[in-house]
């Protein structure tokens, strides 16, 4: 099977010795099997399955069986970088059922789709563009129309708020993106942002069930946000929503932002908050008997294949979890001392062993140099690990690119950091100025994968092949 | 068993239920039961072991055994915070076949010590003092004296650099105590700062065992370094020292402190890089043939028991190791992060679980509050586990002081940062400050155990008891 990884066999030459590489192998492999398990043609074909009439959509947490005689047509829509391949495998399975349909996907890589009925839209990403209204009214525009007798897959993933983005009537696109972004330089969370995107927006919050109604719709969701939340993931378009234009009121005011934001943010705001227009579809709003949400995938998915790989070629697995979170310099420094330790005393498990963690960390910009958060999390564990043996550590985007770079992210050997010093680029220098693509890039480590069209966040590997401790 | 844990039944009081309280008896009790089997006299008494004239010293990674009949009298030096205690247990094992001896400890602790035939000197500590000065004499002079029938049981451990200090004749204490002062304001980390310390110091770096030659020392030491080197243990002062004069002049020139520090440092580093004065004792060098240095007890000792304590309770037990570092805030979001995964995905294991991790965590200090790496990392985690059930997180510092503060550590509920909210203290916001102690003497879960008069390092622990998954 061909190898995910494209530089696979630079990276191994960059093995100090053979158990260097024998670590480096496992955790390669293992990635490269983790993140070829989540693609999105292969996530479609393994969680569906037709046989006359019962579809059935197979999710991480629950499933569901549709009975399709009850439905005249079948509709594929769709936001976010996967929609694209995960339409085309419907097309595979579902073939001329399908009636039609439109998916968003990332600008640039409609030509990586085949579809022959579903529609394909490039939008833009991460801030939305016009394409992605264009999209957005096109979809909802078509959703309007079904009645009780139609179904509609929509498929979800990463990109999918920004892709298909609507503002709602009385607020423009550029209002939306102002106001992000000064929520995010204040240093809101997820949580809060949403609050109040989802009340500028005629798309996200369960506004996308609302319009499909009395449709039927199951959201095939691809999740690339740690825990889960439905009503996170592509800011939740048929998700309900729990959250009040009160709430969204209360974030800006909490940030002292709300006399900075325009005029017209403040006054749809303050018109909901009044009951003056509709809030966005809330729980228990008996629309959502329609709907199912299924997670199809999602980074559990990816670990649990990772550690599938560790032990079929022999070595133990100790699996950390899909809710990892934190600085990612620090993240990478205690993943290096359980490398450490199981090396050195044995735990978590003798070696050979693979350590698998997953979630999505965050770099604390201070520097200049240029990376992603993958990156700068290997460097900082290449500090730690430094002068081992047989013991790497690597963390990898799955939608292979991380942060600005063209890179998937990075492997670090126990000689890593020495590689760096003997040629003059001190690690620890770099990591102070951000620049871990700075440092693999010319030591050494860069992992490739290009764009892989799938996004279950991040898998971050320590392998220990040789047992310090006899 | 008395719980060493002094208002258990106070922090039980914060559980939101029985699952809370469940997961917090599980953690607490673990704690409490690992520093009992670290405590001194415990470690005495479980690595030494006498039968007629065969004493056999049990290590972490080594044992020794010793052939009493080969030497006339037997003496107990030592220094740190648990040399007190380490030497009365001796005396109760060995009784008065001690000929005699001296151990450092900690001001204020003397009374709490009980020896008929070592004596017990107390000296300052985080920094050294006029004390550590005439301690390191005594000991010095006493060691002198001693021929090749002589048997020195040297007990050293956390503190020991500071309580036993002797300047090399040329430097003033205060010298080194401004070197050290610059260096750690410089960004010094510790391999450094002791290759600098060693070469101005009289005892550290091996000097002890070349004093005690032609006598045998047998060290027994406790260990509260990461990765348990002996060179680093108490400034190593009986272990052969890899570094030279001329690193420590490198380390200054580094951070360019050559010009700053006083001229009798520089003078006396720049004699020694010249052959002027002799180096510290070497690895290879032949008197080391009647030195053993055992390590009788370190971190993963003490996550052994807390394994040991959740099996017995019907509980899975995960180690992740004694080598964890990073910044304290970081790792207690890590530390969360598996516990939401045992939680709702049941990896690494299913609860009930114990998440066993220790190591040494620093506070990078910005703010003006009070607290210290244990409270401040479940601080961190509070906010992270907020609002699930049956989570905990716990850590403590075996020594029963954290940071400047009268606590040992904290615990946290998934109910502690809402707690918190509801009485006005923003969890977030208190760490900001560095005011985990400000939160949680307010709060509530600042764990007491008084000082311990041991040292292995922090214990980190997560205790998941229920599935949220199901």
Not at 241 to 259: I, P
Not at 319 to 344: D, N, Q
Not at 423 to 438: C, F, K, V
Request: proline share 3%; with cysteine; aromatic share 4%.
């Amino acid at each position: 099977m061909e190898h995910l990884i494209k530089n696979l066999e630079e990276l191994l030459r960059l093995a100090e010795g053979s158990e260097d590489r024998e670590a480096a192998e496992l955790a390669l492999t293992a990635a490269s099997e983790a993140i070829r398990d989540v693609l999105p043609d292969k996530v479609v074909k393994r969680s569906i399955s037709l046989r006359e009439d019962k579809l059935v959509v197979r999710g991480v947490y629950e499933s569901s069986e549709i009975d399709l005689s009850r439905y005249d047509r079948i509709w594929v829509f769709g936001c976010g970088k996967a929609s694209g391949l995960m339409a085309s495998a419907l097309e595979d399975i579902l073939g001329d059922r399908i009636a039609g349909g439109l998916v968003l996907v990332l600008e640039g890589t409609e030509d990586r789709i085949r579809t022959s009925l579903v529609e394909v839209m490039g939008a833009s990403h991460p801030l939305p563009g016009d394409k992605s209204v264009r999209g957005a009214e096109a979809i909802v525009k078509q959703l309007k129309r079904l009645g009780e007798r139609d179904l509609v897959l929509f498929l979800v993933s990463g990109g999918g708020s920004a892709l298909m983005t609507l503002p709602r009537e009385g607020v423009e696109l550029e209002d939306i993106v102002e106001v992000t972004r000064q929520l995010l330089k204040a240093g809101a969370d997820i949580r809060e942002l949403n609050a109040v995107r989802k009340h500028l927006s005629a798309v996200k919050g369960g506004w996308l069930a609302r319009y499909a109604y009395p449709a039927t719709v199951v959201s095939m969701i691809v999740s690339d946000v740690v825990g889960d939340r439905l009503d996170t993931i592509a800011s939740g378009p048929t998700a309900p929503d729990g959250t009040t234009f009160r709430d969204a009121l209360e974030v800006l005011e909490r940030y002292r932002l709300l006399n900075k934001v325009s005029s017209r943010v403040r006054r749809m705001l303050e018109a909901g908050a009044s009951g003056a227009i509709p809030e966005t579809p809330k729980p228990g709003d008996p629309l959502f008997r329609k709907v199912k949400n299924i997670i199809v995938c999602n980074n559990a998915s990816a670990l649990e294949t990772a550690a599938r790989v560790a032990e079929k070629r022999g070595a133990r697995a100790v699996v950390l979890g899909s809710y990892i979170e934190g600085e990612a310099r620090e993240v990478g420094k205690v993943l290096a001392s359980i490398g450490r330790a199981a090396a050195h005393s044995k735990v978590p498990a003798e070696p050979p062993v693979l350590v698998v963690a997953g979630g999505e960390t965050t770099v604390t910009v201070k520097g200049e140099g240029r990376g992603g958060r993958n990156q700068e999390l290997t460097l900082a564990a290449s500090l730690k690990i430094r002068g081992e043996v047989g013991v790497v550590v690597c963390s990898i985007g799955t939608d292979g690119v991380d942060g600005d770079t063209d890179a998937a992210g990075a492997i670090a050997y126990g000689n890593t950091a020495e590689r760096g010093m003997l040629m003059g680029i001190d690690p620890q220098e770099a990591l102070d100025r951000n620049d871990s693509y700075g440092f693999f890039s010319r030591v050494g480590g860069l992992v490739f994968t290009g764009p892989t069209l799938t996004n279950v966040n991040d898998i971050m590997l320590v392998s220990v092949v040789r047992n310090a401790f006899n």
